[in-house]
Protein backbone atom coordinates (compact mmCIF):
# COMPACT_ATOMS: atom_id res chain seq x y z
CA UNK A 1 0.00 0.00 0.00
CA UNK A 2 1.09 3.47 -1.08
CA UNK A 3 0.11 6.38 0.83
CA UNK A 4 0.95 10.37 -1.29
CA UNK A 5 -0.17 13.58 -0.65
CA UNK A 6 -1.08 15.39 -3.78
CA UNK A 7 -1.32 18.95 -4.07
CA UNK A 8 -4.64 20.07 -6.23
CA UNK A 9 -5.50 23.61 -7.36
CA UNK A 10 -9.35 24.82 -8.40
CA UNK A 11 -11.07 23.05 -5.67
CA UNK A 12 -13.15 25.62 -3.70
CA UNK A 13 -16.25 24.37 -1.83
CA UNK A 14 -18.18 20.90 -1.39
CA UNK A 15 -18.88 19.80 -4.57
CA UNK A 16 -15.57 19.87 -5.27
CA UNK A 17 -14.62 17.96 -2.70
CA UNK A 18 -17.59 15.07 -3.46
CA UNK A 19 -16.14 15.32 -7.46
CA UNK A 20 -12.57 14.36 -6.30
CA UNK A 21 -13.15 11.71 -4.22
CA UNK A 22 -15.83 10.46 -6.14
CA UNK A 23 -13.73 10.14 -9.03
CA UNK A 24 -10.59 8.94 -7.69
CA UNK A 25 -12.13 6.59 -4.94
CA UNK A 26 -13.70 4.57 -7.78
CA UNK A 27 -10.72 3.88 -9.56
CA UNK A 28 -9.66 0.46 -9.37
CA UNK A 29 -6.83 -0.19 -6.37
CA UNK A 30 -7.86 3.23 -5.02
CA UNK A 31 -8.37 2.07 -1.03
CA UNK A 32 -9.39 5.77 0.09
CA UNK A 33 -8.64 8.85 -1.03
CA UNK A 34 -9.56 11.91 1.27
CA UNK A 35 -9.85 15.93 0.49
CA UNK A 36 -8.23 18.67 2.80
CA UNK A 37 -10.10 21.28 1.19
CA UNK A 38 -8.63 24.42 3.13
CA UNK A 39 -5.21 23.12 2.33
CA UNK A 40 -5.41 22.23 -1.04
CA UNK A 41 -4.48 18.96 -0.88
CA UNK A 42 -5.46 15.30 -1.88
CA UNK A 43 -4.31 12.36 0.34
CA UNK A 44 -4.66 9.01 -1.41
CA UNK A 45 -3.77 5.45 0.02
CA UNK A 46 -3.36 2.85 -3.10
CA UNK A 47 -2.46 -0.49 -4.22
CA UNK A 48 0.58 0.09 -6.43
CA UNK A 49 0.75 -3.39 -7.90
CA UNK A 50 -2.87 -2.22 -9.14
CA UNK A 51 -3.24 1.16 -9.93
CA UNK A 52 -0.18 3.73 -10.93
CA UNK A 53 0.28 7.72 -9.28
CA UNK A 54 -0.27 8.95 -13.44
CA UNK A 55 -3.40 7.21 -13.33
CA UNK A 56 -4.53 9.02 -10.11
CA UNK A 57 -3.27 11.93 -10.95
CA UNK A 58 -5.07 11.61 -14.61
CA UNK A 59 -8.32 11.42 -13.07
CA UNK A 60 -7.87 14.50 -11.06
CA UNK A 61 -7.16 16.20 -14.31
CA UNK A 62 -10.01 14.86 -15.59
CA UNK A 63 -12.46 16.21 -12.85
CA UNK A 64 -11.06 19.60 -13.81
CA UNK A 65 -8.22 20.39 -11.09
CA UNK A 66 -4.81 20.88 -11.92
CA UNK A 67 -2.34 18.72 -9.93
CA UNK A 68 1.02 20.51 -8.63
CA UNK A 69 4.26 18.80 -8.54
CA UNK A 70 5.17 17.68 -4.72
CA UNK A 71 6.75 20.60 -2.60
CA UNK A 72 10.41 19.62 -1.39
CA UNK A 73 10.42 18.92 2.65
CA UNK A 74 11.34 22.20 3.79
CA UNK A 75 13.67 22.80 7.51
CA UNK A 76 12.34 25.83 9.31
CA UNK A 77 9.82 28.23 8.47
CA UNK A 78 7.19 27.29 5.77
CA UNK A 79 6.63 31.02 4.10
CA UNK A 80 9.23 33.11 2.86
CA UNK A 81 8.14 36.14 5.09
CA UNK A 82 9.71 34.34 7.61
CA UNK A 83 13.09 33.95 6.17
Known amino acids: MQQVTLNVEGMSCGSCVNKVEGNVGKLN?????????????VDVAFNESTIDLGEIKGA??????EVKEEPTEEVGPGCSCCS
Open 29 to 41: GVESVKVQLSEGK
Open 60 to 65: IKDTGY
